[in-house]
């Protein structure tokens, strides 16, 4: 379970929340433009875009749960269990393992435009980085200031659709998520009179009743999607009004356990402001925000950079 909120308006603010029920390792990754990128099938990119994002290294391979790159291009993987399918490598693709995507887009691609083209010849191939790893199960969001787009792969073929409302949650695919806002469309943020009012009504907000409140990833999409439509962004609050519509879509520990008898909860949240590529964040023990910027790295090494993001 994860939730993604982009919002274009002088910039991109690219926002996410991390659920799942334990850390992976997970720190401030920075890939300067001169660390080679390997891949399992394809040839090692020696120079290329710098990016940063959360992630883990990987017996020095960076394995990216979103990021930003150089030139303001976003993306995040998000679960997708069940939907998800990865094949074997085929002739006259670029064939690549669904850990190697992030790194593969943001080092290579300035725009969502770029990406999109390059997605067309990418077949996602069932290669485990190694033997006890297992292989993650993702679709893909990916965002610049001029547009959005969901990736994903199927066993029913690769689909890649523009995403108008700037939410990606997880199951189920994007289609059907799109088709479910079709039951919300009463929904209105304006005070409301309807056919049985006795008077005046109890209560602000009773016209977006029925919203769903539930941390089901289709009921999180609806929710995210409904309050970034009527959110309101002030010139300087941009980052706070991203964390306060991550905050209605986190879950608190306790409210949902998984089959295996484990909490699954909002581990962080990040919010990238694309204009000086500045990445907030906050973790799920402290209430304070943090921040990394890009330009505090040398972008012309050839040797990743990590920070701590718990200290």
Known sequence: ?????????????????????????????????????????????????AFMGIGAVM??????????????????????VGNAFYGDI??????????????????????????????????????PFKENVPLPTLHFYIADQHGALVFEAMKNGNHIYDNFVGVLTNNPPFSAQMDSLANYENLTNQPRIGAFSLGKPYSLGLSSYGLPGDFSSSSRFVRAV??????????????????HLLDSVAVP???????????????????????????????????????VRMDHFNADSDKIQTVDIYK
């Open 59 to 80: 017996d020095g391979y960076p394995m990216m749960a979103e990021g930003v790159n150089e030139h303001g291009l976003c993306m995040a993987g998000l679960n997708f």
């Open 1 to 49: 379970m994860c939730t993604v909120i982009s919002k274009s308006i002088d910039c991109l603010y690219f926002g996410r929340n991390m659920d799942i029920e334990k850390g992976f390792g997970e720190e401030m990754v920075f890939i300067p433009r001169n660390f080679p990128l390997s891949f399992k099938a394809e040839r090692t990119v020696e120079h290329h875009n």
């Open 226 to 243: 409904y309050l970034k439509h009527f959110s309101v962004w002030e010139k300087g609050e941009e980052i706070s009004q991203m964390l």
């Open 90 to 127: 085929k002739d006259k693709k670029e064939n690549v393992a669904p850990y190697e995507l992030i790194p593969l887009i943001l080092s290579t691609c300035k725009s969502v435009r770029e990406a999109k083209r390059r997605l067309e010849y990418i077949s996602l191939i069932s290669v």
């Open 253 to 291: 520990k306790g409210a949902v356990i998984n089959g295996s008898g484990e909490y699954h909860y909002t581990l962080y949240q990040s919010c990238i402001d694309t204009s000086e590529c500045i990445y907030y964040f906050r973790t799920y023990g402290s209430i304070n925000t943090h921040l």
